[in-house]
C-alpha cells in the first residue's frame, strides 16, 4: 500500500504574527516613502521638460522629438510610481483590517514566502499565474 502524500499543506501558517505584520508594515512604509521621492523627483523633471519644451521655438524637430520622448518615459516612471503607491496603500489597509495575505481572487491564504518577497502582492500564485496567461 502506498504511503499517502500529506495533501494538507498547513493553511495554519497563514495566520500572521503582530510582529510578522508590523514587519511587513514598516517595510511597506518605507517603499511608500522611497516612492513618493522618486514621485517627486520624475514630476520636477517632468515640469523641467515641459518647461524647457515651452520656450524651445529654436529648437531642431530631433532634438523636440527627444524631449518629447523623454517626457513620455518619465510620465510612465511617474505613473507606475503612482500605481506601486496605490498598491502599498491597499497592502497596508489590508493589515489594518485583518485582511492581509488572503487572496483577492479566490479568498484562499497567500504564501508567507510570496508575501515577504512581494510584500504588495494581492493575489496567491495560482491566481496570479492565471491572471498573467490572460
Ligand atoms: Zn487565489
Do not use: H
Not at 511597506?28 to 521621492?37: A, D, F, K, M, T
Amino acid at each position: 500500500m502506498p504511503a499517502k502524500k500529506s495533501t494538507s499543506s498547513s493553511a495554519a501558517s497563514a495566520k500572521w504574527t503582530k510582529t510578522e505584520l508590523n514587519a511587513i508594515k514598516k517595510e511597506l512604509q518605507e517603499e511608500y516613502e522611497r516612492l513618493q521621492e522618486e514621485l517627486a523627483t520624475t514630476e520636477s523633471d517632468i515640469a523641467q521638460l515641459v518647461s524647457d519644451s515651452g520656450d524651445g521655438a529654436g529648437d531642431d524637430v530631433a532634438d523636440a522629438g527627444s524631449k518629447t520622448f523623454e517626457r513620455e518615459q518619465e510620465m510612465s516612471i511617474a505613473d507606475n510610481a503612482r500605481d506601486l503607491m496605490d498598491q502599498v496603500e491597499k497592502a497596508l489597509a489590508k493589515i489594518d483590517d485583518g485582511s492581509y495575505g488572503i487572496c483577492e481572487s479566490c479568498g484562499g491564504a497567500i504564501v508567507k514566502a510570496r508575501l515577504r518577497a512581494f510584500p504588495r502582492a494581492t493575489l496567491c500564485i495560482k491566481c496570479k499565474e492565471r491572471e498573467e496567461r490572460m
